[in-house]
């Protein structure tokens, strides 16, 4: 199994410990420093209701020189939401973080969402690995099957 692959499928597993909800995804992300070693972790609604995964992760690295870094997600950063006025891939640009992976693109449940192509237009690298996809869509099978 690849790197790229092992650290997306932590952030899979990080996606089971989300309080469910049927209003929003279970998304796990993690920060990984360019040397290799974990940096930070998150899942949506870790700290508050409406916090997704990435920005839970970033929070906690304020002030950190993310250079190099590689954030794993679950779920394609969003490029919308109506919950904060910051989308993920709004908080993944600013911190600066210069490589993005992630399992499954988001699914049109709530919104359109373009994370990947946002943040693809700004510079970021953007792999989208699909190998842990089928995973993701079963554990947010409680949100996919209300739509």
């Known amino acids: 199994m690849t790197t790229d692959l092992l650290w997306l499928a932590r952030a899979v597993e990080l996606s089971r410990l989300c309080p469910v909800s049927e209003t929003a ?19 949506s609604r870790e700290s508050g ?45 600013e911190a600066g973080i210069p490589r993005v992976v992630y399992a499954l693109r988001e699914p049109p449940v709530f919104v359109e969402g373009d994370g990947a192509a946002l943040l693809t237009a700004c510079g970021v690298q953007v792999t989208h690995l699909e190998d842990l996809a089928d995973e993701v869509r079963r554990i947010n099978a409680h949100v996919l099957s209300l739509h």
């Open 25 to 43: 995804f279970a998304v796990g992300a993690v920060i990984v420093a360019p040397d290799g070693h974990e940096l930070a972790t998150g899942y």
């Open 49 to 93: 209701p409406h916090d997704h995964a990435e920005e839970t992760a970033l929070r906690k690295l304020r002030g950190v020189d993310l250079t190099g870094a590689t954030i794993y997600s679950s779920l394609e950063p969003c490029s919308r939401r109506a919950s904060h006025p910051r989308t993920c891939a709004e908080l993944i640009l």
